[in-house]
């Protein structure tokens, strides 16, 4: 039977519950391995170039992630079509995050100067994490109607950061500095996240229900063959959702400066600003609650005067902050002067982290929640999986972007492309009128038959 947007129940707290602590387990690998722990490890240990400023280090760090990324654009938006047909979404999102906990352990064995088996066991690892972002938020729009979407997506990033904050104080406290010479305890950061991930997302799988109904393969086809015959279908009727096609566009430039942010933020403060021990803990803790704050205030704010005008500011928050990165030593020297204080730059680096928390957890809340607005249930992997390859495009062009900037300008001035492509992001979303994108959703679904 049909069934309109605005009358999908809302599910009950613990579905939403299970399907919020798969961002709770998968926030620990973001934190850990792509953003805070392992970067360092990577570039300044395994690889360990400090004669030219790890500049290679951070290029095949780049060159990593962006292969792995590389392989989601490839693949998502086809899987999406698969899981749409087959009603197997729950079994996607397993192989996932099997593959995602298996090889992160893997990564224990990765020893100084092992950088082939360092960057093939971070591409598999991050391909299967990243391919399963777009599978877990397929679910969203299944979780209740598009006047929920903004809490339940806000909640589950909150509850992300918070899985990320209790996983990064135990790596911290008991495995301590990712250095050489603490290189033996610090070597444990892999199994620890797969563990911590393989026993947090267990509530996904029993409480989270599948979606949709399977339905049954015409003669000759496989699922495959179905998959892309249903992304060509959608590829065609584009126009019908033009709304959404700009505001990928939009996440392309948005999620390109994010990604940059997340893989370059700690290994910024270690080579540019020069932080002290003490202080990139201190940016861990900071990051980790304002951007759980940020998700979830901005998931009611955006529920209240519209996903498109929260991601809109969340947007001009990023491109403050990334300008008060890239100038951070000039501010710290404007304070000093004008007020006669004695500030270091690691500690107004520190604030500035305040804004990029609440720019990080309300961008990626607001991102999500307003691509299910756009979305009809018929239509719920596939365009998440199109989401994804915007995501993961987007993470191939800003990362490779600042890894080969950095190795000609360095670093510092090179996060001025960041600024750069929020602004882009900022202006391009200018033409996406949110009303008439969830209109297009709401009579599509009207339009189709008994499948859900």
Not at 181 to 186: H, W
Not at 259 to 284: K, L, P, T
Not at 375 to 385: H, V
């Amino acid at each position: 039977m049909k069934r309109l947007r605005s009358d999908i129940p809302r599910a009950s707290k613990k579905e939403i519950f299970g399907w919020a602590m798969f961002d709770f387990a998968n926030s620990t690998y973001t934190l850990l391995i792509i953003t805070v722990i392992f970067p360092v490890l990577f570039t300044t240990v395994i690889v360990g170039d400090a004669e030219q400023n790890y500049r290679l280090g951070n290029l095949l760090w780049s060159v990593a992630l962006a292969v792995s990324y590389f392989l989601v654009v490839l693949s998502g938006p086809v899987f999406g079509a698969i899981m749409d047909y087959s009603a197997l979404k729950k079994k996607f999102l397993f192989y996932s995050y099997a593959l995602t906990v298996a090889s992160t352990g893997f990564l224990y064995f990765v020893e100084p100067g092992m950088v082939v088996l360092g960057v093939t066991l971070l591409i598999i690892s991050n391909f299967a994490y990243a391919i399963g972002e777009n599978f877990i938020a397929a679910f969203l729009p299944s979780l209740g109607p598009p006047k929920d979407l903004g809490k339940i997506s806000g909640f589950g990033w909150a509850l992300g950061y918070v899985g990320g904050l209790v996983a990064a104080g135990f790596v911290i406290y008991f495995l301590g500095e990712p250095t050489a010479g603490n290189f033996d305890r610090i070597r444990w950061v892999g199994p620890f996240t797969a563990l911590f991930f393989m026993i947090t997302a267990i509530p996904t799988f029993l409480w989270v229900k599948e979606p949709g109904a399977r339905k049954e393969l015409p003669t000759q086809e496989t699922f495959f063959s179905v998959g892309f015959k249903r992304l060509g279908e959608t590829l065609r009727m584009i126009t019908k959702f033009k709304d959404l096609a700009i505001y990928l566009v939009s996440v392309f430039f948005a999620m390109a400066g994010v990604y940059i942010v997340v893989s370059f933020a700690f290994i910024y403060g270690d080579q540019v600003v020069n932080w002290d021990e003490s202080v990139r803990i201190m940016m861990f803790v900071i990051v980790q609650i304002t951007a759980a704050i940020g998700a979830f205030l901005f998931g009611y704010i955006q529920d209240k005067i519209g996903a498109k005008l929260t991601y809109n500011f969340t947007l001009i928050l990023w491109f403050l902050g990334v300008l008060g990165i890239w100038a951070v030593t000039d501010i710290t020297t404007w304070l000093n002067t004008s007020f006669n204080t004695n500030f270091e730059a690691q500690y107004v680096f520190l604030w500035i982290g305040i804004v990029a928390g609440i720019s990080l957890g309300s961008s990626q809340s607001a991102s999500r929640a307003l691509v299910g607005i756009f979305t009809p249930e018929q239509k719920s992997a596939e365009f998440f999986g199109f989401w994804g390859l915007s995501n993961k495009i987007a993470g191939v062009f800003g990362i490779i972007g600042l890894g080969l900037l950095q190795a000609e300008f360095g670093l510092h001035q090179s996060v001025l492309f960041c600024a750069f492509v929020f602004l882009v992001a900022l202006l391009v979303c200018f033409f996406v009128n949110e009303k008439r994108g969830e209109a297009a959703a709401d009579d599509f679904q009207a339009q189709q038959k008994g499948d859900y």
